[in-house]
């Protein structure tokens, strides 16, 4: 079916943008999106906020050593015959500009609450959800953070004894590529598709909001969320910058009435597909800005990661699903916190080949790290993506930290602590749609079941007698005491050695998932031997997250202080005034001395 052109009409007041599928509303001078029209609903949008309350840019930003403040930027596309609108932004900071910080910017839409009820995120991840009402004093309890509110007196009954917070709806930026609400009467879909990850901070791990209780939908493009302090952009005096974030699309489909029982489905599929559509149309070539370069003035880049660990195989083995990504030139792991410039990400294939497109020009280090190994890859060498190159890396090899041979683990090294033992959520605090999920992490209030479960001792953990997946906890957290206040907490592990002297250089290897105000403390039998001193921001716990930033400390254990016999490695975590206070752990491994055999 052909549709009209779009019509661009400008009032006093106001701009409207129409190309007959649907109609935004603008604010002039502001560029808000007050209004959305579609479907036979005059407003998608929740009518009764003030219309610069409805849909707009979120700018967080402070100059430095202030307390921050919030401003707003817009720029919006529409294209004919199509069910919605584009928006994009270009932030730029002149050399002659003072030095500010940026900790967070996102487009923010906040749909109608008498009909967007229904939210879907992923195949697994759809719900009613409860009404905003539900969360103001007279019907829900804040709990011990302002995010987390049980519900008390819902309006809907079903919702009573419930926890709705928004932080459950997390996701990572790999996997955030639509989300939205449905509603159903008349059966129509709200979704913000994010076509690309290039212009979003973090690598394809971070963990971004998504949609939430309001109903909201959120597209984040920088956030300090699951990182703290070290995800913040920071602009220095005579730094320029410039970023483009987007475009991302904004799309509204429907179905008719009565064609199906099933009409979720069927607008979460084809939300789906019209997001594989994005993904494969980019980068988009309707953007009239240089700023924003077309496919044929970007680079691409290949080659095949091989991995070599001589303690596992004498041969070198295929990178097979690694994680492989150009990000701007910086330490081992810069790209975590790295804010300020382009990422492109892919994985590798069986034969650890990959290859990795539409790389805007500029310098690059090449970056890797693969599930099942420890610490990552990055080259030496910057990498100089031209406009049209086609760079073919061939072999690059990647060496794990190791010194000798595993003697025993603790974990999958994956950078997550998701395989260790997560506990039921208190029956007071329940989110039914984590109930029997795989992501069963995303409960309120999980930190608290490690005092239920270790009320006077702390864990204990016995290599080759206990199951990881159900005697480690996935939090190393503090234990809350009769008056209120918080304890440090000493896992320990035990393990035996069978020579009759230990001697050499043993290596003790801890891989952090995440870490959050935290000093892990180091004993081996009546020895300490490392501390990470102060270390985290990331507030995993608190936002039913499994990682943060990932942290990995290789520690050198002198053969004098073990024993033939039974060992003790004791972790304490000393600083403990709060319930978050504490770390994940992603994987343990003790090596042997570098030319010993396994005991």
Not at 66 to 71: I, M
Not at 343 to 369: K, P
Not at 426 to 454: C, I, S, T
Not at 500 to 529: C, H, M, Y
Request: glycine share 8%; hydrophobic share 35%.
């Amino acid at each position: 079916m052909s549709y009209k052109g779009v019509e661009l009409r400008i009032g006093r007041h106001h701009v409207v943008v129409d190309n007959g599928i649907l109609r935004a509303t603008l604010s002039k001078p502001d560029g808000n999106v007050t209004g959305i029209e579609y479907n036979g609903i005059d407003n998608l949008l929740e009518v009764l906020n003030e219309k610069e309350n409805r849909g707009y840019w979120d700018l967080v930003w402070n100059k430095t050593g202030s307390s921050g403040t919030t401003g707003t930027f817009d720029r919006f596309v529409m294209l004919r015959n199509s069910s919605g609108f584009y928006s994009y932004a270009i932030y730029e900071h002149l050399k002659e500009w003072p030095p500010f910080n940026l900790p967070q910017t996102r487009i923010v839409f906040k749909l109608r609450k008498d009909k967007f009820q229904y939210m879907a995120i992923a195949d697994n991840r759809q719900r009613y959800m409860p009404l905003p009402d539900d969360r103001l004093p007279d019907r829900g309890q804040e709990l011990a953070v302002p995010e987390a509110v049980l519900l008390v007196n819902p309006v809907e009954p079903e919702f009573k004894g419930e926890v709705d917070d928004k932080y459950e709806y997390s996701c990572e930026n790999k996997d955030l590529k639509v989300h939205g609400w449905i509603c159903d009467n008349p059966p129509m879909g709200f979704w913000q598709i994010i076509p690309s990850n290039e212009f979003r901070s973090g690598g394809p791990h971070k963990q971004n909001l998504t949609s939430h209780v309001g109903p909201i939908t959120l597209a984040m493009f920088l956030s300090a969320h699951y990182a703290g302090e070290d995800m913040v952009l920071k602009l220095q005096p005579d730094e320029p910058w410039k970023k483009v974030f987007g475009p991302v699309f904004n799309y509204v489909n429907s179905v008719p009435y009565g064609s199906s029982d099933q009409f979720h489905a069927q607008l979460w599929d084809d939300a789906k597909m019209q997001m594989k559509i994005e993904v494969q149309s980019w980068p988009y070539t309707f953007p009239a800005s240089e700023d924003f370069p077309s496919w044929d003035q970007r680079g691409c880049l290949s080659g095949r990661l091989l991995v070599r660990d001589r303690y596992k195989s004498s041969d070198d083995k295929c990178g097979d699903g690694a994680y492989v990504g150009l990000a701007p030139p910086g330490e081992v792991g810069s790209w975590q916190t790295e804010s300020k410039g382009y990422q492109f990400w892919t994985r590798a294939d069986e034969n650890g080949c990959f290859s990795i497109y539409d790389i805007r020009v500029g310098e690059y280090n090449l970056y890797a790290w693969l599930p099942g190994f420890i610490g990552e890859y990055k080259n030496d060498v910057t990498i100089i993506i031209t406009a049209g190159c086609d760079i073919d890396v061939g072999d690059v090899v990647f060496e794990p930290p190791r010194d000798g041979p595993t003697l025993w683990e603790i974990g999958i090294p994956d950078r997550s602590a998701a395989e260790f033992y997560i506990p039921d959520p208190n029956p007071k605090y329940v989110n039914p749609l984590y109930l029997n999920h795989p992501d069963r992490f995303r409960q309120y209030g999980l930190w608290e079941r490690y005092a239920e479960l270790y009320p006077d001792q702390d864990l204990v953990y016995t290599v080759g007698v206990n199951d990881y997946s159900k005697d480690w906890f996935f939090a190393h957290v503090t234990r809350q005491k009769a008056d209120g206040t918080y304890q440090s907490t000493t896992w320990q592990i035990k393990f035996p050695l069978e020579n009759e002297t230990p001697s050499g250089t043993f290596k003790l290897r801890i891989a952090l998932a995440t870490a959050n105000v935290a000093v892990l403390q180091v004993r081996i039998n009546d020895d300490e031997v490392f501390t990470t001193g102060e270390i985290g921001h990331d507030n995993t716990i608190t936002r039913h997250g499994i990682h943060g930033l990932y942290r990995l400390f290789n520690i050198d254990v002198p053969g004098t202080v073990l024993v033939k016999g039974n060992n003790t490695i004791f972790l304490t975590q000393t600083m403990c005034t709060s319930p978050f206070q504490g770390v994940m752990y992603d994987y343990i491994r003790l090596e042997g001395p570098p030319e010993s055999s396994t005991n």
